[in-house]
């Protein structure tokens, strides 16, 4: 299975596709959430990631973490499209006896290098691989993605202040900043904000981008280290649900699965993307 040559545009549009009819045909949610993030995962594994799908264990690889591991259909597409698995395998997702479980799974499947689903625990884990590398003087990166509603975590800020402190300048936290949690908005949940100056006063390089800007996501996650002897934290303004009109910007979607005329209409625009 080699990687096709297509923009990573195109990897955006296909993630959300399949992230659309595998939750569909398997019954599963968090749509809204694996919308939000197709533009980062696309950049990631299409521009960033130092990765060789046909050997997904290769020692000098990139590290890749989906925190918010409950968008896991997100990187499954990715990982499918860009060689790691057959794109058929996707039909499975969500079904009885699949290892292509609804939160991300490491087990069986190539790429993955670690199984979320309980949220506040992937920075922690991006940690300790950044701080090895670091010990034993390897080079590969470490890239960890989390959902905003998972900030609200204290074991993140743990994290971060010991990334900050240990100098993990080969880390990097990119949030997905869509401002909607399970069920209500982040600001009405527990504000985040001032989030940047944060993150900052606790030794972290900071870039806030459109998560959406493609041209912007491979500027800011190709300049890693940001700063000598700190991690990088790239806070991306994210729409959730983004590519599907009625699935954008609300909390409804975070749990609802698209059915019937929802799929078709879904389906109906993100064809009509770029």
Known sequence: MGREQISTQELARRIRR?????TSRGGSSHVGAVLSLA????VLYGRVLRV?????????RDRFILSKGHAGAGVYAALAETGFFPVEKLRTHYQDGSDLSGHVSHKGIPGVELSTGSLGHGLSVGCGMAYAAKLDGKPHRVFVLLSDGECDEGSNWEAILFAGHHKLDNLVAIIDYNKIQSLDRVSRTLALEPFAEKWQAFGWAVREIDGHD???????????????DKPTCVIAHTVKGKGVSFMENTVLW???????????AALRELEGQP
Do not use: F
Not at 214 to 228: D, K, M, N, Q, S
Not at 254 to 262: L, N, P, Q, V
């Open 254 to 264: 975070h749990y609802r699965t698209a059915k019937g005329d929802e799929l078709e």
């Open 52 to 60: 060789r799908p046909d050997e997904p264990r290769w020692p000098g």
């Open 18 to 22: 399949h992230a659309v009819e595998m």
């Open 39 to 42: 533009d980062i995962v696309a």
């Open 214 to 228: 493609h041209a912007a996501l491979e500027a800011a996650l190709t300049e890693i280290p940001v700063e000598a």
